[in-house]
C-alpha cells in the first residue's frame, strides 16, 4: 500500500510538472518584425524545472494572491466610428468589414484576434456626432412622452449588432455627453449644467435608454450617469455635474432600474480623470454607495496610481478604466509603452476591470467630428482608421490592448474571465519588464487553470542613445523556473496548471 501511494504521489507530481509548459506565445515588438503576432516555441515547449540561478529580471507570479475579474478591452462605439463601419460595411466590401469585425471582436479561444469585449456607447450626440441631438428634444416634456432612441443613426445599432454576432461575452456600458438641453441651464446640450428639478425626469430618461437598448436586442452591462462631470465645453455636448446631483440621480436611477427588471444593469459613477480620484468618486460614495457599483477614470489628467486613493478607501467597490485617445502624429512604439505601463497593465493592476480608449474608429484625419467643436484639438487617433476607398488597418491602441485582451478570455465556452493574481519582478533588471499576471479558471473543475502574463519589455535606452536589448528573465510558479528572453516589445504567454 505504501509503494501504491509512492507511486501514485509521484505520479501526481509529474502531471503537475508536465503541465506547466508554455505553448502559447503573442508578441508585438518595437520594430513591428511581430504585430500581435502568435507562435508557438521551438523546437520545444518552455518547461517549468527545478529552480536554478534566476535571470537579469525574475518574474514571481503568486497565484494565492486574486484579485478583481477582468471584464475585457475595447473603447467606444461613437456616432462617427458607426458611421465609417456601415460605410464600409455598405460602401465599399462587405467581406472587409467582416474580416475587420472577426479581428476586432472574436473572443474564441485561440482565434487570430483580439476579442475586444467591453464596449462604451454614448447616449446621444457627443464631440464625435454629425450633429447635436439627445432622445427627446422636445422642450418640457417631463413625462418623456417624446422619448426616442432612434434619433440616434441606425448606423449605431446595426453596428451593436453585429459586434453581438461576433462576441456574445461582449459588455456594453452607454452613458450620456449631456442631458437634453432643455434640463439645463443655458438649454442647451453645449456646455452648462443639469437645472436640479430635472433630476427625477433624467434618472427616467437613462431607464429609457436601458428598456430602449434592450428592446433593440442589445443587453446593458452598465450605465453611467454623466460623461466627464468636471468639465463644461460650449462647443460639444458636455455637463457640469456637481457630486450632489449625479448621487441624487443614481439613488433614483438604481430604484427605477430594480423595479423595471433591470436591477443586473450596474451604475458606475464618475467616468472622469484620475486626477481626482480622492474626492469626486469619494464624495459620491459617501452620499450614495447604496446606488453606484463602483466608478470608471479616464487618462487625460492625473496619474494610474491615483485610482488608489479611491480603492485604498472603497475596496470592495468596482472599478473601470473607459477612455483615453491615441492623438495624430505621436510615436507608434512610445505610445505603446505608456499604454502597457499606465493602462493595459497599469491600470488593471490598480483594480480595473476593464481598458478602453476613446474612438474604436476614425479615419486618418481624425475625422468625423462633431462641426465647430474644438474638441481634439490636435486630431484624435481611433484604434482602427478607415479609409475613403475602404481600406482600414488597425493603429498602436489596437496591438496595446490585443496583447492585454488575450490573457484574460474566458478559455471555455461560458467560462470564467481571467482574474488578476500577484506578481512582482526582481533580479538586476526588475526595472526593464513591467508585467501582468493572470488567472482563468475553467468550466469544469477537473481541467488545469490557464496562468498568463503579460510583459512589457521597455528596455530600449530611448532617452539616451536608442539600444533595445531583450531581457533573459525567469518565471517562478509554484516552486518551478521556466526561462524565456523577452525581447523589446509587448508579450502574452500562458501554461496550463491545476488548480
Not at 296 to 316: L, R
Not at 370 to 375: A, I, K, V, Y
Not at 455 to 481: H, K, Y
Request: charged residues 10%.
Amino acid at each position: 500500500m505504501l509503494r501504491f501511494l509512492q507511486i501514485l504521489g509521484s505520479f501526481v507530481l509529474l502531471q503537475a510538472v508536465a503541465s506547466q509548459q508554455i505553448w502559447d506565445i503573442w508578441q508585438t515588438t518595437w520594430n513591428r518584425n511581430m504585430l500581435f503576432t502568435y507562435f508557438q516555441p521551438t523546437p520545444d515547449p518552455i518547461n517549468f524545472v527545478t529552480p536554478g540561478a534566476i535571470g537579469s529580471a525574475d518574474i514571481v507570479i503568486d497565484d494565492s494572491s486574486v484579485y478583481q475579474t477582468v471584464y475585457g478591452f475595447g473603447a467606444s462605439l461613437t456616432d462617427s466610428s458607426a458611421e465609417l463601419l456601415s460605410n464600409l460595411k455598405a460602401c465599399h466590401n462587405p467581406g472587409s468589414y467582416w474580416q475587420l469585425m472577426d479581428y476586432l471582436f472574436n473572443a474564441t479561444d485561440a482565434a487570430n484576434s483580439a476579442g475586444f469585449s467591453y464596449i462604451r456607447v454614448p447616449l446621444g450626440a457627443s464631440d464625435f456626432s454629425a450633429n447635436t441631438y439627445s432622445y427627446d428634444d422636445i422642450s418640457g416634456d417631463t413625462s418623456l412622452n417624446d422619448f426616442n432612441i432612434n434619433a440616434a443613426p441606425s448606423d449605431v445599432f446595426s453596428v451593436l449588432q453585429d459586434i453581438l454576432s461576433i462576441n456574445h461575452m461582449a459588455r456594453f456600458h452607454i452613458v450620456p455627453w449631456s442631458p437634453p438641453g432643455w434640463m439645463k441651464s443655458g438649454g442647451t446640450m453645449l456646455g452648462g449644467s443639469l437645472n436640479t428639478q430635472y433630476i427625477n425626469t433624467m434618472a427616467n430618461y437613462l431607464l429609457k435608454s436601458v428598456q430602449a437598448f434592450s428592446n433593440k436586442g442589445i443587453p446593458i452591462y452598465a450605465i453611467s450617469i454623466q460623461n466627464e462631470p468636471e468639465y463644461s465645453d460650449s462647443t460639444y455636448p458636455s455637463c457640469n455635474m456637481p457630486v450632489a446631483t449625479e448621487a441624487q440621480i443614481g439613488l433614483a436611477l438604481r430604484t427605477l432600474l430594480n423595479n423595471d427588471g433591470f436591477s443586473g444593469v450596474k451604475i458606475i459613477g464618475y467616468d472622469h480623470n484620475w486626477a481626482d480620484a480622492a474626492n469626486y468618486p469619494v464624495q459620491l460614495m459617501q452620499q450614495a454607495e447604496s446606488a453606484f457599483d463602483g466608478v470608471s477614470f479616464h487618462c487625460y489628467q492625473g496619474s494610474v496610481s491615483d485610482q488608489a486613493s479611491f480603492t485604498s478607501q472603497y475596496p470592495n467597490k468596482e472599478v473601470y478604466f473607459t477612455e483615453c485617445s491615441g492623438a495624430l502624429g505621436s510615436d507608434w512604439w512610445s505610445d505603446i509603452k505608456w499604454y502597457m505601463d499606465n493602462l493595459f497593465i497599469g491600470s488593471i493592476s490598480y483594480g480595473s476591470s476593464s481598458g478602453l480608449m476613446w474612438n474604436l474608429a476614425l479615419d486618418g484625419s481624425g475625422q468625423p467630428l462633431l462641426p465647430g467643436t474644438d474638441s481634439c484639438g490636435g486630431g484624435c487617433r481611433g484604434v482602427v482608421q478607415i479609409n475613403n476607398d475602404g481600406t482600414w488597418s488597425v493603429n498602436q491602441e489596437f496591438y496595446s490592448m490585443a496583447q492585454a485582451s488575450k490573457a484574460i478570455l474566458p478559455r471555455d465556452v461560458g467560462g470564467p474571465w481571467g482574474q488578476r493574481i500577484g506578481v512582482s519582478v526582481g533580479g538586476s533588471l526588475d526595472w526593464a519588464l513591467v508585467v501582468g499576471a493572470y488567472k482563468t479558471g475553467r468550466v469544469s473543475s477537473s481541467d488545469w487553470n490557464r496562468y498568463s502574463i503579460v510583459v512589457l519589455n521597455w528596455d530600449d535606452s530611448a532617452s539616451t542613445t536608442w539600444n533595445p536589448q531583450p531581457v533573459e528573465a525567469t518565471i517562478e510558479f509554484r516552486g518551478m523556473q521556466a526561462t524565456y528572453t523577452f525581447p523589446v516589445g509587448v508579450t502574452t504567454l500562458w501554461w496550463y496548471a491545476p488548480n
